[in-house]
């Protein structure tokens, strides 16, 4: 459209008008003038929609700022391929009358050209379909040959079917060894998940497809049965738009086959069913190699297990017990697989799992979890909620040292072989003899850790509560010995592997002493294992520091309660002795925390020199004062700090002992108070010497004793003006006239108005100078601001105040600030310019970015003293009556203080020469947005 490729979205032909009479007659058809222009033109025509209308229909489109008009004239000219017709040509114009014959001749020669191009896109698309083909067969081959379980050949086919054929949903089914029939589900881009086994009578949809032959066939789900199982349960359940199941066969024999499906509403495409026919034999033979080499596996496996257990001698139990658990899975070719291991006493010692966590179950459903049970003497089988199961007991000798219990995913499993019985008696063996060496090493280990107890030391607390919690667990770890350390009022257990614990609150220590330790005891103790996570059969002990419960040590009744119960004593012994030592420790280590403390936040310098004079103590404030780093003073003497610093006593130092340093670069007053610490027999242990930097001290007095001369000298001259114009007022009142009188009462109003205004100049610095200060700023005119201020100063200055030149520019936003500080700051620049200038004083407001205002005092004085520029605005002595005699006094000290303070702005002499002076400040605008 104008040279713009545009995407229309389709229309039935049937609708149409010109293209469909092309297309039905196979013949050019030119329209000059449209008969269904006009009819169309008086719609409402959507832009990007076909409007439909009688015989015809309009899609609109084109820039959104185009006028939506139709088309007056247009050719179309059918492409055909052959005889048939497989595209249409068409030029349309907004002219009625635009096209003749020799638009129709070049279109019928362009389509032939079309026609060449579209017959050459379908054969390079076949082309491409077949080389699609090929790639993904490739793919499977290479999938399929690096699978090595039935698994990762499911998803090895489940990949290239999700990719290649677009399914959603793909099933592969298998008959295993038993004879059940078995299999994978997975879904796009998902991890492949088990289906089965079952009896094929329990799959009848697998039954059916059997029965259907050997040819890749579409499913349909007639017959009620389908529904049934598995499979077709899995298949139907997600209300698929097509289906088709390849067969695996093997002489001649279906054994498998792969169902896909798709549940978007699209259909497989016959390239597809061709990809299944190549690819199933490959399947098929990837599944065959697979079962050959299971079985080899197996018979091998079982020489490797007793290998294997044999090479277990010596190793720690719970390892023993996991290698022999994961390898009876295996064996036994069950879905999950628990060994136990007993003591002597017949209780469980230790437990690992492989697989599923159900086959914990086992012992309990074979009659063997309560103390009185009655072991059997070969293995015992069973079901239970939809598990088939069985317990292989381990016996060796005469006496039951373990139990393999396995559970299976079908209800149909053969009982354990013989060569299963044979691992079983070297599982016993085994556990046996990680049972006697477990014993040995318990007792070794229980000896360290009481020798390892006295290499503790307790100067280290947080290193020996740890070691010592380490030293408890590898001491009773036949036992699963814990140390739970009262830490803070919580009873917490310090692990090496950072595992996270429960925490006990624990408010009083030593009420919780006396009542695990009372007659109740037993069952207030049961509880407190329970909220530490314990399990049925451990105990603890109690170790007590100073009548206080300190800690607690947990291990289970395992093998020999009566040794493990010795042993966790003399161990908790050892542990109150320590923690004991270590409440001592931790009580010295607070108060020096607590010191150091004290030290490090104090805002005065700390010195401690030793009874040679020399520095062993410096806290961090003294580098502050000194700028010298205080891990370098130890070991000089004080006079050599001072000499580094650049301090130098003053000459005068008071009664009680303390000196004055002064320092330069920069200036700094600094108070040396010494202190004497007496040692044994009256003699000197030491010097502390106390360090105060002064110097804002001494520049606040100095500031303050500035500010009084200055206030004295102000409030000095329109003090005595008023006295002696109202002494005058009264003394002539009878020979004064009422001019006179006036003129008289408006210099005592004039000058009564200049120490009312020093007196607020000095509240407001007073109160910026605390740096407390907060504005509340509100919206100020500019223009009303200022009218205000000429006229407060109309009063003081009378006809000057006409030199006051106002200009200010159209849409200048007004000031945001507080409204009494603007004008005190104005009323300072501006009455400055009056009264040290005999011309005009301009005043001007510029925008100088979003935000802010810039505002200009200018007058054409003699300008201000070279000298005086960089302390202009700082604080001086008493004001001169010109520029060129001294300074401004307190007016320009209050300007700065108003602008950096109240308005966050600045406030600077943007030029100061013979053409006169000009300051400028900037306060905040308010914009509105």
């Known amino acids: 459209m104008g040279g713009v490729e545009e995407i229309v979205p389709p229309v039935p032909l049937a609708v149409t008008g010109p293209s469909r009479e092309a297309y039905e007659t196979g013949k050019p058809v030119l329209v000059r003038k449209s008969p269904w222009a006009r009819s169309f033109e008086g719609k409402e025509l959507e832009r990007e929609v076909w409007t439909v209308g009688q015989g015809a229909a309009i899609f609109v489109s084109g820039p959104p700022s185009d006028q939506r008009r139709v088309s007056r004239s247009f050719v179309w000219v059918p492409v055909l391929s052959g005889d048939q017709i497989t595209a249409m040509l068409s030029l349309q114009s907004y002219t009625e009358g635009a096209f003749d014959d020799w638009h129709v001749n070049l279109l019928h020669d362009v389509a032939a050209h079309v026609s060449l191009a579209l017959a050459n ?75 089965g086994p079952v009896a094929i009578d329990g799959a009848p949809f697998f039954r059916r497809m059997i029965e259907g032959g050997t040819a890749v066939i579409d499913v349909v789900a007639d017959d009620p049965t389908d529904l049934a199982g598995p499979i077709g349960s899995y298949v139907f359940s997600h209300a698929p738009s097509h289906v088709v199941w390849a067969p695996i066969t093997q002489d001649d024999r279906v054994v498998a086959g792969v169902v896909a499906m798709r549940n978007d509403g699209g259909r497989f495409q016959a390239t597809h069913l061709k990809l299944l026919e190549t690819a199933m034999p490959v399947v098929g033979i990837a599944l065959r190699t697979m079962r050959l080499h299971h079985a080899n596996q197996l018979a091998l496996a079982q020489s490797v297990r007793i290998q294997e257990l044999a090479a277990l001698a010596g190793h720690e139990l719970m390892s023993v017990v996991a290698n022999i658990a994961d390898q009876a899975r295996t064996m036994l070719e069950a879905g999950g697989s628990v060994c136990w291991a007993f003591d002597t006493e017949g209780r469980v010692t230790a437990t690992r799992g492989s697989g599923d ?40 000798g005469d006496r039951l040292v373990g139990a393999i219990g396995a559970v299976h995913a079908s209800a149909l499993v053969a009982e354990p072989s013989s060569a299963a019985l044979d691992f079983a008696r070297h599982a016993a063996v085994a556990i046996e003899n990680a049972r006697l060496v477990a014993e040995t090493r318990g007792r070794i280990r229980t000896l360290e850790a009481v020798a390892a107890f006295t290499d503790l030391t307790p100067t280290e607390p947080d290193r020996a509560r740890s070691e010592m919690a380490r030293l408890v667990s590898r001491a009773l770890a036949g036992s699963q010995g814990e140390l739970w350390l009262l830490e803070d009022g919580e009873l917490v257990r310090r692990s090496d592997n950072g595992d996270p614990s429960p925490r006990v609150p624990v408010t009083d220590s030593a009420g919780l002493l006396r009542a695990l330790t009372s007659s109740a005891g037993a069952r207030r103790m049961r509880a407190l294992l329970d909220l530490l996570g314990s399990p049925q059969d451990a105990f603890a002990i109690p170790v007590q520091v100073e009548g206080r419960l300190a800690a607690l040590l947990v291990a289970r009744m395992t093998a020999g309660p009566a040794e493990t119960r010795r042993l966790a004593g003399v161990l908790a012994g050892q542990a109150a002795v320590l923690l004991g030592q270590l409440e001592l420790v931790d009580a010295l280590d607070r108060e020096r925390r607590m010191m150091n403390a004290i030290l490090r936040h104090s805002p005065v310098g700390v010195m401690l020199e030793d009874a040679g004079g020399r520095i062993v103590y410096a806290n961090p404030e003294i580098e502050s004062i000194y700028s010298l780093q205080a891990a370098d003073m130890p070991g000089r003497k004080p006079e050599e700090v001072f000499a580094a610093a650049g301090a130098t006593p003053a000459e005068d130092a008071d009664a009680e002992g303390t000196i004055e340093l002064r320092m330069k670069d920069p200036d700094r007053t600094v108070h040396v108070r010494r202190v004497v610490i007496p040692g044994l027999e009256g003699e000197p242990a030491g010097v502390l010497t106390l360090h105060e930097d002064v110097t804002a001290q001494r520049q606040a007095l100095e500031a303050k004793d500035l500010m009084l001369r200055a206030i004295g000298h102000e409030v000095r001259s329109p003090a005595a003006a008023m006295k002696n114009t109202l002494a005058g007022i009264m003394q002539w009142e009878e020979t004064i006239d009422a001019n006179g009188r006036r003129s008289l009462l408006q210099e005592a109003y004039e000058s009564s108005d200049r120490l009312l205004s020093l007196v607020e100049s000095q509240l407001i610095i007073a109160k910026l100078e605390t740096k407390h200060f907060e504005p509340t700023p509100e919206p100020v005119d500019l223009a009303s601001a200022l009218a205000g201020v000429v006229g407060v100063l109309n009063h003081r200055y009378a006809e000057r105040t006409s030199a006051v030149e106002v200009n200010l520019p159209d849409g200048l936003p007004q000031a945001f600030c507080e409204p009494a500080h603007l004008g005190q700051v104005l009323t300072n620049l501006i009455g400055n310019a009056l009264e040290y200038t005999s011309g005009a004083v301009q005043v001007e407001a510029r925008q100088v970015q979003r935000g802010w205002l810039e505002i200009t005092v200018a007058d054409n004085g003699q300008g201000l003293p070279a000298g005086t520029l960089d302390t202009v605005f700082e604080k001086t002595g008493p004001a001169g009556r010109s520029r060129s005699q001294g300074g401004l006094g307190l007016g320009l000290y209050l300007c700065r203080l108003v602008v950096e303070r109240s308005f966050g702005g600045r406030i600077w002499v943007a030029a100061s020469d013979k053409r006169g002076t000009t300051f400028r400040f900037t306060v905040p605008a308010r914009i509105r947005t």
Do not use: C
């Not at 379909?129 to 489940?158: I, K």
């Not at 949903?169 to 589900?185: I, P, S």
């Not at 159900?358 to 939809?386: F, T, Y």
């Open 357 to 396: 966590a159900v086959a914990e179950e086992v012992l309990g459903w074979a009659g063997l979890s309560s103390d009185d049970r009655v072991a059997p003497a070969g293995i015992v089988s069973g079901k239970a909620h939809d598990y088939a199961w069985n317990l292989v007991p381990l016996w060796y």
């Open 121 to 195: 896109a379908d054969h390079f698309a076949q082309a491409q379909t077949e080389r699609a083909r090929l790639e993904a067969l490739h793919l499977l081959d290479m999938g399929v040959a690096s699978a090595s379980d039935e698994r990762q050949l499911a998803e090895a086919v489940f990949s290239v079917v999700s990719d290649y054929l677009g399914s959603t949903h793909t099933v592969l089914a298998y008959v295993d060894v038993a004879g059940m029939v078995a299999g994978f589900t997975g879904q796009r881009a998902e991890r492949a998940a088990p289906i």
